[in-house]
């Protein structure tokens, strides 16, 4: 495997530090206090918790911006307008209302209201998200809300090549 200075660069930089200070540093601590059985019950629960984080993170961000329903845009907007309508017509939300699924999904599920308005407090969410479903309702702009876990499948097949994403350059609805 061929490793190019700027893959040791960023391997120095970043990996390394975070794999020693997560990992390395923990497991050396508690080995020296509590022993190999503790560092070894601490290393494998570190690696457990980095996926298991790492698996959620992804479920709940890439498939509320992948899929056969969305579109997919090239070039800037050209107003403000625009803009909005692409951050509503490229992402879609989970289901959402209910206060521990949005704590579980860490309001993720709220997409489409966290790409118009990005210092929106998570709870000012939960209020505008009808709202917004609402007036894109009476614009005719495609409100995508579906559960996570056929939002998963629309992303497993847009990844194997079953479905691609629509050409934002297509999009026929609202002038903007």
């Known amino acids: 495997m061929p490793w190019r200075p700027t893959v040791w660069c960023i391997a120095a930089r970043s990996w390394a530090p975070y794999i020693l200070i997560r990992f390395i540093g ?17 290393i494998i629960n570190l690696i457990l918790a980095e996926v298991l984080t790492n698996f959620h993170g992804f479920v709940t961000i890439v498939p509320n911006h992948a899929g056969e329903d969305l579109y997919r845009f090239t070039g800037k907007p050209k107003s403000k307008g625009e803009f909005y309508v692409r951050q509503i017509l490229g992402s879609c939300n ?3 209302g209910a206060w521990w699924g949005d704590f579980l999904q860490g309001w993720l599920n709220y997409q489409i209201e966290h ?17 917004v479903k609402q007036l894109c309702a009476s614009y ?7 559960p996570i876990w056929q939002r998963c499948w629309s992303m497993i097949r847009l990844a194997i090549g079953d479905a691609s994403m629509l050409s934002g350059n297509n999009f026929q609805g609202v002038s903007t």
Do not use: R
Request: hydrophobic share 40%.
């Open 26 to 42: 923990p497991c050396f601590i508690v080995n020296s206090l509590l022993g190999h059985g503790a560092s070894t019950a601490l």
């Open 94 to 96: 989970y289901q959402t």
């Open 140 to 146: 005719e702009i495609p409100y995508i809300q579906e």
């Open 115 to 131: 790409h118009i308005w990005l210092d929106m407090t998570l709870s000012q969410y939960q209020w505008v998200q009808p709202k």
